[in-house]
């Protein structure tokens, strides 16, 4: 939805089985948009989630905006691996107390950082309770993993942005409906991957025609000053 346009055309739809998910429709659907309409950001809910989705995503330098994410979230006020600096390399430069480790590794195949830190300044560090380290023999170690720092940086920023996401993503319901109760999108006559794609597209087309048409009698109707739209009795134009 761009708010700079006078009419909200539906620009991309796709049909397939209902034992597709939500990811895979926006991992194949993301692409397809950008090329066509120039995507830089996208407003999705929830089940649209997950790596497939955010590597497609990065590769096509487009920003997912969630109302909500899928998997574990951290509890508490723990420090978290999305807390430490790393380097450009993806390597651990420092951690939240400022420390740096011992030494650190990443590994590009599988994804893990790693890194070891004095156990003498865990030991006197104000988050050794609370920090994501574990305890080792000889050095305490910390490890994660490209995705999870992902993760965590969506959450932030879903977190950060909810109420301008949700308020987006609320924005597509109204069209649902209108495709479901004016269109009769949710009762389709017909069966078959093919028919209903068919279909599906000419009721996007006759929805897409309906808001042009009420754009252009809006606009005229303010051009030439013509009386409001009556409910019962329609327009009335007076020249």
């Known amino acids: ?38 995507l830089t950001d996208m407003y999705v809910d929830g089940g649209y989630c997950g790596k497939d989705v955010t590597d497609v995503a990065d590769s096509n330098k487009v920003t997912m905006h969630y109302t909500d994410m899928t998997g574990k979230k951290a509890e508490g006020d723990g420090i978290t691996a ?12 420092l951690c939240p107390a400022n420390v740096q480790p011992i030494d650190t590794k990443h590994n590009p195949e599988s994804g893990t950082i790693s890194a070891h830190f004095s156990k003498e300044a865990c030991e006197n560090c104000e988050f050794k309770d609370r920090c994501c380290i574990k305890e080792q023999v000889r050095a305490n170690k910390f490890s994660t993993t490209e995705n999870t720092l992902k993760a965590e940086k969506l ?24 495709l479901k109760s004016r269109h009769g999108l ?15 597209g000419l009721k996007i087309s006759a929805c897409n025609f309906k808001r042009f048409a009420k754009n252009s009698l809006r606009k005229l109707t303010k051009t030439l000053k013509l009386p409001q739209k009556d409910s019962k009795q329609g327009i009335v134009m007076q020249f």
Do not use: C, W
């Open 82 to 93: 999305g807390v430490f600096e790393f380097n450009e390399d993806k390597t651990v430069k």
């Open 155 to 178: 959450r932030k920023n879903m977190l950060n942005e909810r109420k301008e996401n949700t308020s987006l993503r609320a924005a597509i319901e109204g069209t649902n409906s209108e």
């Open 1 to 38: 939805m761009n708010e700079a346009n006078d009419v909200q055309f539906i620009t991309h739809y796709d049909v397939k089985p209902n034992i597709a998910t939500d990811a895979e429709f926006a991992a194949e659907a993301i692409p397809e948009i950008k090329s066509s309409f120039g």
């Open 186 to 200: 949710d009762d389709l006559k017909v069966r078959g991957t093919a028919k209903v794609t068919i279909v599906t």
